[in-house]
Every structure is written in C-alpha cells, then in structure tokens.
C-alpha cells in the first residue's frame, strides 16, 4: 500500500533496526537522539535527495559550447555532492553505536556460555535484558558518544568548508582548461537547496547539542553515584 | 520516499488518542500521506526539465525557476507532513515515560496509564497546539511563497542573465492546482479536527472537575476499609466516624449502654466486623 521504496544505495530501515536494538541500553536523551536523527535527518535527506540534487549535473547550465567546459566545471564547483556527504555523515555518526552493541554482544555471549551450563530456558530473558550504565559499558557508551560529537561536527565543518558556507549561489564563474575564457554558469534550483542544507544543518547541530546533553548527564549521574557510595562506606 | 517509517511510528500514537485523534491519524494517512506518495510526486517530477522558457540564453531558465520556486510545493508539502506528525510522538515519549517510572520505582503508580489526565493531559494539549501551529504555518508558507494556491499557466521572468522580460511556462499548471486544492483543504479539514479534539478533552477535563463534588459524610455510600494494623479488622470508616468506639466488655446490670445501638452494630453497642 505505501510505498516502501528506499534509496537505491541506502537501506535505512536495516540501520534503523539496528540502533534501536542498542538504544534499549541507551538512556532517555540517547532515546531522544534516535529520534531527531530518524525523522529531522535521515526522511529530510530521503525527501531531498532523489528530488532537488538528482538533476543537478544535467541541469547545470552553462554559456559555452565548447565540449567538456560543463564537465570540467561541474567537478570544480562540486568535488563531492551534498547528498553524498550527508549519506556519509549519517553512516558514520550511527558507527558508534554499533561500538556499544559490540560491547553488549561480548558481555552476553560471556553470560551466555555460563547460562548454557546452568539453564537455558534463561537465554531469552538474557537477550531481552537492558544492561545497567555502568563500569566498562558506561566508558563504551562515552566513547561512542564523543566519536559521535566529532564526526558529526567534522561532516559540518567539511560541508561548510568545500561550499564556503551553506548557501548556493547562482551563478558560478570558471575558467579551468578547456573553457576558452571566463564561463558563466547557472546553478539548478540553488534557493531550494539552500534550504534544505540550512535544515539538515540545523538537525545535525540539534544532535549534537542532545550529545553533550548525554555526556554531561552520564558524567553528573556517574558523580552522583560515587558520592553515594563513598558516603555509605 | 520512505514513508513507512513515519507510518509506524504514527500507529504506535494511535492507542493514547482520543476518538478525534484517531479520526485525524486516518485522514492523514489516507488524504493525505496516501494522495502525495500515490499521485503528487508524480506531478511535480519533471518540474524542471519541462519548464520552458521563450528564450535561447543559457541560464535564464535555471534562474527563472528558481526566481518562483524558491522551494518546491511537492517538497514543502511533504516538509509539513513531517512536522505535522511529529508533535504526536511527544505524547508517546510521555507514556514510555510513565512505564519507564513504574518500572523503576516496581509499583503500580498510574490507574491507567494511557488516561489523558496530569501531565499527560498538558502534553497532549501542547502537542495539539503545535500541530495546529505547523499546519496554519505551512498554510501561511504556501500562500505567501507561491501568491496563493493558484498555479498559472504563464510566468513572466526579467531576472538576470533573461535579456529582457522572458515567458516561461510551467507543465502540468491544472493538474498541480488540483493537487494544492486538495493539500489545502485537507490542511484545514486537519485544523478543524484538531480545534475540536482541543475543545473535547477541555470540555472532559471540566466535566471531570466539576463531578467531583463534595459529597457530606453521612450520605457517602458504605466503603469497606482495611484497617493498617490488622486485616481482621475490617470496619467502616463511615461508621467508625459515625459511631463511637463502644466498650465491648459485658455491661454490669442496670447500666446503659456506652453508645446508642445501631444498625451496623450488635447489642452491646460493638461494631460489627464484616
């Protein structure tokens, strides 16, 4: 009934499935990160992508007939495609979280020889269980969220600096060999796209505001429960 | 475009909604996600290769184009479903919440956590008001981008590099009108929904404090009441506030009792434990 069609190159549902899986060992803000990502990000990118850049080399217009002019041009002004970076973008900030679910997989497969032994009707509960925040899984999980923070600003920053800023002009000028002289050419849909880097870019920086949120929030709760029990002993 | 992501979600929100919410869930996944993904797109595919401009210079399309669709209506269209139905969600964080807290605390806290009361009650109300404000924004969007809901047939362009006032035509100018007409009312048939789903769960919420009026204590119905201490000592707290607590030792002869007999009591004037 409705259309179930992803990008041809991306599965996002699979990624999907796979950080919610984790997310069970996530806290609330983690939750919320997800979300944000899923909904602001990730149906903006697939809303945007085939759509407003899928013409953007056939209808990059230039005023010139000479052959390869436009190629040329086109490769100057655009070294790697918006879409691109921001389908790398995406992979990238949900890797570490795939860090944690290593980390869990590794801590259940231990519990899980030793359960093998004992009962084995407990196998379900074990996969089912959330895994408290703490010790070496709450490094993980800092570790997951600091190489989130970087990537995430890294992409931005890259973004910002190949297109010198986040908007588009209309018209670009190059004069790279085999153009004969200064060449003019006119940017397809340049406002729309602006638009939509402006808004992907406002979402990314959302995530990473959610991020620190989480780190201060794992690194204030981690105090708090150091403070206790020094204060029992 | 992926909409089933959004469809699942959205399925999940319908068991915390009222009537009208549900209401407003089908409409839009039935006039309106269902139209886009089944008809719009189509419409607007080729809006650029076809069109067309009455002029040779290189570029005068492109800026044309982009002169009058600063942002396209098929992708602001669907930009304003997406806003639309994230509002909901708030309301499911609120119940995952609500579990998540009696989950922690391993008790019952909540007579029925999917009731639109306390802080569920504001953040549906919040929800319903952001929903509302994203529609009329959107609304607001189009009628201001786009000088209406009008596609004409005819644009005329003078924009840098267009030599001198250009014509240019849009494809498909009729049938995209009808797809806005439609994108609109069902924008505002939205809008209504959720007025009247606001006004509902108020006109609930009043009735509910009205009802519970004070009630004297005589005329509060028989509640049975176990007592902390013992659960052999079942007594009413009516009738414990009604009668006193009478001596249940045996009266000496000639002596009146300590307290009237009444109905909830035997004849030494103890109550009776049920």
Same mark, same amino acid.
């Given at each position: 009934? +409705?259309? @179930? &069609? #992803? $990008? !041809?190159?991306?599965?996002?549902?699979?990624?999907? *499935?796979?950080?919610? =899986?984790?997310?069970?060992?996530?806290?609330?803000?983690?939750?919320?990160?997800?979300?944000?990502?899923?909904?602001?990000?990730?149906?903006?990118?697939?809303?945007?992508?085939?759509?407003?850049?899928?013409?953007?080399?056939?209808?990059?217009?230039?005023?010139?007939?000479?052959?390869?002019?436009?190629?040329?041009?086109?490769?100057?002004?655009?070294?790697?495609?918006?879409?691109?970076?921001?389908?790398?973008? +995406?992979? @990238? &900030? #949900? $890797? !570490?979280?795939?860090?944690?679910?290593?980390?869990? *997989?590794?801590?259940? =497969?231990?519990?899980?020889?030793?359960?093998?032994?004992?009962?084995?009707?407990?196998?379900?509960?074990?996969?089912?269980?959330?895994?408290?925040?703490?010790?070496?899984?709450?490094?993980?999980?800092?570790?997951?969220?600091?190489?989130?923070?970087?990537?995430?600003?890294?992409?931005?920053?890259?973004?910002?600096?190949?297109?010198?800023?986040?908007?588009?002009?209309?018209?670009?000028?190059?004069?790279?060999?085999?153009?004969?002289?200064?060449?003019?050419?006119?940017?397809?849909?340049?406002?729309?796209?602006?638009?939509?880097?402006?808004?992907?870019?406002?979402?990314?920086?959302?995530?990473?505001?959610?991020?620190?949120?989480?780190?201060?929030?794992?690194?204030?709760?981690?105090?708090?429960?150091?403070?206790?029990?020094?204060?029992?002993? | 475009?992926?909409?089933?992501?959004?469809?699942?979600?959205?399925?999940?929100?319908?068991?915390?909604?009222?009537?009208?919410?549900?209401?407003?869930?089908?409409?839009?996944?039935?006039?309106?996600?269902?139209?886009?993904?089944?008809?719009?797109?189509?419409?607007?595919?080729?809006?650029?290769?076809?069109?067309?401009?009455?002029?040779?210079?290189?570029?005068?399309?492109?800026?044309?184009?982009?002169?009058?669709?600063?942002?396209?209506?098929?992708?602001?269209?669907?930009?304003?479903?997406?806003?639309?139905?994230?509002?909901?969600?708030?309301?499911?964080?609120?119940?995952?919440?609500?579990?998540?807290?009696?989950?922690?605390?391993?008790?019952?806290?909540?007579?029925?956590?999917?009731?639109?009361?306390?802080?569920?009650?504001?953040?549906?109300?919040?929800?319903?008001?952001?929903?509302?404000?994203?529609?009329?924004?959107?609304?607001?969007?189009?009628?201001?981008?786009?000088?209406?809901?009008?596609?004409?047939?005819?644009?005329?362009?003078?924009?840098?590099?267009?030599?001198?006032?250009?014509?240019?035509?849009?494809?498909?100018?009729?049938?995209?009108?009808?797809?806005?007409?439609?994108?609109?009312?069902?924008?505002?048939?939205?809008?209504?929904?959720?007025?009247?789903?606001?006004?509902?769960?108020?006109?609930?919420?009043?009735?509910?404090?009205?009802?519970?009026?004070?009630?004297?204590?005589?005329?509060?119905?028989?509640?049975?009441?176990?007592?902390?201490?013992?659960?052999?000592?079942?007594?009413?707290?009516?009738?414990?506030?009604?009668?006193?607590?009478?001596?249940?030792?045996?009266?000496?002869?000639?002596?009146?009792?300590?307290?009237?007999?009444?109905?909830?009591?035997?004849?030494?004037?103890?109550?009776?434990?049920?």
């Amino acid at each position: 009934m +409705l259309n @179930f &069609v #992803s $990008t !041809p190159a991306m599965s996002w549902p699979a990624l999907y *499935a796979q950080l919610v =899986r984790v997310n069970r060992h996530s806290t609330s803000l983690g939750k919320i990160w997800l979300s944000v990502l899923f909904i602001f990000q990730v149906m903006v990118l697939i809303v945007a992508a085939e759509s407003v850049w899928g013409d953007e080399q056939s209808d990059f217009t230039c005023n010139t007939l000479q052959p390869g002019c436009e190629n040329v041009c086109y490769d100057q002004f655009f070294p790697v495609s918006h879409i691109r970076l921001w389908s790398l973008q +995406l992979v @990238f &900030v #949900s $890797t !570490p979280t795939l860090l944690v679910s290593m980390y869990v *997989a590794y801590r259940n =497969r231990g519990d899980k020889r030793r359960l093998i032994q004992g009962q084995e009707e407990e196998l379900e509960t074990l996969k089912e269980r959330k895994l408290l925040v703490t010790g070496a899984l709450w490094w993980t999980y800092i570790c997951s969220l600091v190489v989130r923070l970087l990537f995430e600003g890294g992409f931005m920053y890259a973004l910002y600096v190949v297109y010198n800023g986040f908007q588009m002009p209309r018209l670009v000028q190059c004069n790279q060999w085999p153009c004969p002289n200064l060449v003019d050419y006119f940017i397809s849909r340049p406002t729309e796209k602006a638009i939509f880097t402006v808004l992907l870019a406002t979402a990314s920086s959302i995530c990473m505001v959610l991020n620190m949120a989480e780190v201060a929030y794992l690194i204030a709760k981690h105090r708090v429960q150091r403070q206790t029990v020094q204060d029992k002993d | 475009m992926n909409w089933g992501f959004l469809e699942n979600i959205l399925s999940g929100v319908n068991k915390y909604s009222t009537v009208i919410g549900r209401i407003w869930l089908s409409v839009v996944f039935v006039f309106r996600i269902l139209v886009y993904v089944a008809a719009a797109e189509q419409v607007w595919k080729d809006e650029q290769k076809d069109f067309i401009c009455n002029t040779e210079q290189p570029g005068c399309e492109n800026v044309c184009f982009d002169h009058f669709f600063p942002i396209s209506q098929v992708r602001l269209w669907a930009l304003q479903l997406i806003m639309v139905s994230t509002p909901s969600l708030l309301v499911a964080l609120h119940v995952a919440y609500r579990e998540h807290r009696e989950a922690k605390h391993k008790r019952r806290l909540y007579e029925d956590k999917k009731n639109i009361d306390g802080g569920l009650f504001c953040t549906y109300t919040i929800s319903l008001i952001c929903k509302t404000g994203f529609e009329v924004g959107s609304l607001l969007a189009f009628y201001f981008l786009f000088n209406g809901f009008d596609v004409p047939i005819l644009l005329q362009c003078s924009q840098s590099p267009c030599p001198n006032t250009v014509d240019c035509y849009i494809a498909r100018a009729t049938e995209k009108k009808i797809f806005l007409y439609i994108m609109g009312c069902t924008s505002m048939l939205c809008i209504v929904l959720n007025i009247v789903e606001f006004m509902y769960i108020m006109w609930m919420r009043i009735c509910k404090c009205f009802s519970k009026h004070y009630v004297p204590v005589e005329e509060k119905p028989y509640v049975r009441r176990q007592s902390r201490l013992s659960h052999e000592n079942i007594v009413s707290s009516e009738l414990a506030a009604n009668t006193k607590v009478c001596n249940t030792e045996p009266r000496a002869a000639g002596e009146k009792p300590a307290c009237p007999v009444s109905e909830g009591s035997d004849q030494s004037g103890a109550p009776v434990s049920k």
